[in-house]
T-cell receptor
Framework: AQSVTQLGSHVSVSEGALVLLRCNYS??????LFWYVQYPNQGLQLLLK??????LVKGINGFEAEFKKSETSFHLTKPSAHMSDAAEYFC?????????????FGSGTRLLVRP | GAVVSQHPSRVICKSGTSVKIECRSL??????MFWYRQFPKQSLMLMAT?????????EQGVEKDKFLINHASLTLSTLTVTSAHPEDSSFYIC??????????FGDGTRLSIL
């Protein structure tokens, strides 16, 4: 079975500060990991994905995440927060690169950006 | 990039009516579509997975007679909430996946049952 844990339901940072959103996974097989962003009343937009290639993954909007097998983590970071980054962020895991297989989502982290 | 269109974006209706939500893949063949339900300030809960031309696979605890899913073509899947009641009020999101395509999500449908 696979699962994802996102530590911190809310994270608040100042504009320009480092963003760090935490995600730990559990998987009995090599995982495929994703970060999605959701703006109010919208669907999910893919930020980045790890598919067993490079452990440091760069995504859109300046976000990146590092896969650390020893720590079973896939934390999302951005060097400098913008007001437009305020949204809900979801980490997800699946067991295959086949996109027709279901994703398991974490509970989400709401990012607040203070001016 | 690939786009998934979900319609309607918002619907308000009386208790007892049935509501149909459409999910269209606009520029790729969606061999698999997923339907999720999201409660306020919570994560997405997968309701069912549908493959084109076959019956949907429902997650445990989801009533298949309540939530009818049809995936008759490679570009369209529909979710019908039958005899809707206030407890069915929620945000419903679809996603579509296909060969060499990650899951792409629709913008969701906010369903309010009075």
């Amino acid at each position: 079975a696979q699962s994802v844990t996102q530590l911190g339901s809310h994270v608040s940072v100042s504009e320009g500060a480092l963003v760090l959103l935490r995600c730990n996974y559990s998987s009995s097989v090599p995982p495929y990991l994703f970060w999605y962003v959701q703006y109010p009343n919208q669907g999910l937009q893919l930020l980045l994905k790890y598919t067993s290639a490079a452990t440091l993954v760069k995504g859109i909007n300046g976000f990146e995440a590092e896969f650390k097998k020893s720590e079973t983590s896939f934390h999302l970071t951005k060097p400098s927060a913008h007001m437009s980054d305020a949204a809900e962020y979801f980490c997800a895991v699946t067991s295959t690169g086949d996109s027709s297989y279901k994703l398991i989502f974490g509970s989400g982290t709401r990012l607040l950006v203070r001016p | 990039g690939a786009v998934v269109s979900q319609h309607p974006s918002r619907v308000i209706c009386k208790s007892g009516t049935s509501v149909k939500i459409e999910c269209r893949s606009l520029d790729f063949q969606a061999t698999t579509m997923f339907w999720y339900r999201q409660f306020p300030k919570q994560s997405l809960m997968l309701m069912a997975t549908s493959n084109e031309g076959s019956k949907a696979t429902y997650e445990q605890g989801v009533e298949k007679d309540k939530f009818l899913i049809n995936h008759a073509s490679l570009t369209l899947s529909t979710l019908t909430v039958t005899s809707a009641h206030p407890e069915d009020s929620s945000f419903y999101i679809c996603s579509a996946a296909g060969p060499n395509q990650p899951q792409h999500f629709g913008d969701g449908t906010r369903l309010s049952i009075l």
